[in-house]
């Protein structure tokens, strides 16, 4: 079993690394620095505790999760990747986009996030889902993948930039990567409110207020659309394209 840089454990579904060939190593990029791994700590302490609350969640925004994953175009026999999956809540929809020749990886940081993406998989008994401990900005792969998504997951990062860079690199060329994500009011008087909605975000979700994920996203993708907005536009559905290879 292989260790991060905290010495976290980094684990498949099946309780060892053996079925995906993952690991923490950040191929060759500059290491995480203190500030990184405090933030990451963070996160990892609050998603922890908030494992046994999320179902409400999960129901509530099952429309919008269901949208973004249709804006992959997953094909059977696909590969596909979930950054910070939490429990697991975009298993069973990309399991079926992808049939059971296909194949989801899902990546997370939070050992009890986890451990109910992993009862889940095992209550389903679905042999080509797995999970992955591991830091989103570091995980590596030797496979590439046909599609990623993250769902609520990359405002969170310690370093967006770097984690979209990350992301891209484990795609194929040509693969789409849509992210589903919220943030504070973009435009309008409801603005006056996100010193507010700041502060509940950085307190619920150890948001990051420094980096900009839109920003990110569309330096690292050269396609990147906006796709959906709800709620005054503080959630957001983008898909981004990695350039096709060239002949
Ligand atoms: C709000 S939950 C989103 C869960 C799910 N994707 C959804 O749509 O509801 C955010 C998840 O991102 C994970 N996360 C935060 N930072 C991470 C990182 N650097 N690497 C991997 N996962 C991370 C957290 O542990 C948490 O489970």
């Known amino acids: 079993m292989k260790t991060d840089t905290d010495g976290g ?85 990309l399991r079926e986009a992808v049939g059971s020749t296909g194949q989801v990886v899902a990546v997370d940081y939070s050992p009890k996030m986890l451990k109910k993406a992993r009862e889940r998989i095992d209550d389903h008994g679905w042999e080509n889902v797995e999970v992955v401990r591991a830091d989103a900005m570091q995980v590596n792969f030797d496979e590439p993948f046909d599609a990623a998504i993250a769902s609520l997951s990359m405002s969170l990062m310690p370093d967006v930039r770097r984690t979209v860079e990350n992301v891209h690199r484990l795609l194929a060329p040509g693969a789409p990567f849509v992210v589903f994500d919220v943030r504070p009011f973009p435009k309008g008087p409801a603005r006056i409110l996100n010193p507010l909605v700041w502060r509940f975000l950085h307190w619920y979700a150890n948001w990051n207020p420094d980096d900009d994920v839109l920003d990110s996203l569309r330096a690292v993708f050269t396609e990147c659309d906006v796709l959906e907005t709800h709620t005054a536009g503080t959630t957001y559905t983008v898909l981004c394209q990695k350039v096709k290879a060239t002949v």
């Open 9 to 93: 454990q980094i684990v498949s579904n099946s309780g060892d690394d053996s079925s995906e060939s993952a690991t923490n190593e950040s191929g060759g990029r500059s290491e995480p620095d203190s500030s990184y791994r405090a933030h990451q700590k963070r996160s990892q302490t609050k998603w922890d505790r908030w494992s046994d609350w999320y179902t409400m969640s999960e129901r509530d925004l099952e429309p919008m999760r269901e949208d973004a994953i249709a804006h992959l175009a997953l094909e059977s026999g696909d590969r596909v990747l979930d950054i910070g999956c939490g429990p697991g809540v975009n298993l069973a929809m």
